[in-house]
């Protein structure tokens, strides 16, 4: 039988980080999610039990160093040692330029920019005496271009694939995989649903991502052997322009 290990998702929402929770336990893996009001978690937490795995749900603002250290500490001493780490926070806000406060881009860039920095870096204190782990960023178009009203968004979304850039080339050679997802599109989410219709109905003809399919691939990533790692790579419908 294989040892216990654990694998953390920081921003487990109902949709794709919640997906990405549950492939990870289907392998087996102690599944450890968080949000920033613990109770949200529940509904996911007695999918992943009633499906045979093995799961624990914390209550955790990702923008506080202490409780960032702390989570990881209780990870590694009372639950098993991290083999994954994925941070999933998204922070997607829209307002115009002018209408910009510095209360909504700072709270965007912690979010964003500033969680993914302490989750990478408590997750590489944790894996590096070991040589080994994959931790895993989701980024948004947002990564790669700014978009009008976007300013916040964007700013951190490329802070964060910079950070992730960085730390591959900085943990690679030591054995930790380190990979940047940029997620291109509509997600099948109630969000979409509700306040975009006509986007949404291109589900049935697979023109939304499907939480399910992201997850899978974050799970091949995590996969992939060290002598083909990837560090970027880009998902989005078939159908969307880019």
């Known amino acids: ?8 998702i920081v ?10 929770a549950r492939r990870f336990a289907r392998e087996g893996y102690v ?33 506080d160093e202490v409780a960032v250290a702390a989570l990881v500490a209780q990870i590694e001493r009372d639950i098993a040692p991290l083999e994954v780490v994925v941070f999933n926070i998204g922070a997607n806000v829209r307002f115009a330029v002018t209408d910009t406060t510095e209360r909504v881009y700072r709270k965007v860039w912690e979010m964003g920019a500033l969680a993914g ?8 204190r944790a894996m590096l005496p070991r040589g080994r782990g994959t931790i895993i960023f989701t980024g948004a178009t947002a990564s790669l271009r700014g978009g009008a009203g ?11 694939r910079a950070l992730a ?11 930790i995989h380190v990979a940047h997802v940029v ?19 291109l589900k049935d003809r697979d023109g939304i991502l ?9 799970w091949q990533l995590h996969c992939q052997r060290r002598s083909a790692w990837t560090h970027e790579m880009d998902l989005r419908p078939w159908m969307e322009s880019f």
């Open 31 to 63: 599944t450890c999610v968080t949000r920033r009001q613990a109770d949200k978690l529940e509904p996911l937490l007695q999918a992943i039990r009633g499906a045979g795995g093995l799961a624990h749900g914390f209550g955790s603002d990702a923008r």
């Open 11 to 20: 921003g487990a929402g109902d949709a794709t980080g919640g997906a990405i």
């Open 150 to 160: 976007y300013s916040a968004f964007a700013g951190a979304k490329h802070a964060l």
């Open 210 to 218: 499907d939480p399910e399919d992201i997850a899978e691939a974050y």
């Open 183 to 201: 997620i291109d599109g509509a997600i099948d989410t109630a969000f979409i649903a509700q306040n975009f219709p006509q986007r949404y109905a």
């Open 117 to 124: 920095f302490l989750v990478g870096r408590e997750a590489a």
């Open 165 to 175: 850039q960085s730390l591959a080339r900085e943990l690679g050679p030591q054995g």
């Open 1 to 8: 039988m294989n040892p216990p290990r654990s694998a953390l």
